[in-house]
């Protein structure tokens, strides 16, 4: 049984900061690509970042680029979203999902599991 726990989220000033986190359970971690996905109210939910296997390839949406870093600690199953110089349109609850392979999709239809989703809200 794969389980994904996102944390982190909360209330933040537009400029400041926060550091999603998501611990995943079952499976080989190591094994899969991740990404994080948003979703605002009225809105579909939308690709933020991804990272393959290793870590050692990632990429971002175009609204997060430069500011947003996506990293993750295979030895502890956890992959990570730094988010700096947020903004209001940021947001969103996110949510951390697996690819069903090494890689990573901007398409959420080709992950296979998901976490439960943390509020992150920025205050104009």
């Known amino acids: 049984q794969v389980q994904l726990v996102e944390s982190g989220g909360g209330l933040v000033q537009a400029g400041g900061s926060l550091r999603l986190s998501c611990v995943v359970s079952g499976g080989t971690f190591s094994s899969y690509g991740m990404g994080w996905f948003r979703q605002a109210p009225g809105k579909e939910r939308e690709f933020g970042a991804g990272?393959?296997?290793?870590?050692?390839?990632?990429t971002y949406a175009d609204s997060v680029k430069g500011r947003f870093t996506i990293f993750r600690d295979n030895a502890k199953n956890t992959v990570f979203l730094q988010m700096n110089s947020l903004k209001p349109e940021d947001t969103a609850v996110y949510y951390c999902a697996r690819f069903r392979s090494y890689w990573w999709s901007l398409d959420p239809a080709q992950y296979d599991y998901w976490g439960q989703g943390t509020q992150v809200s920025v205050s104009s």
């Open positions: 990272i393959n296997r290793s870590g050692g390839a990632t």
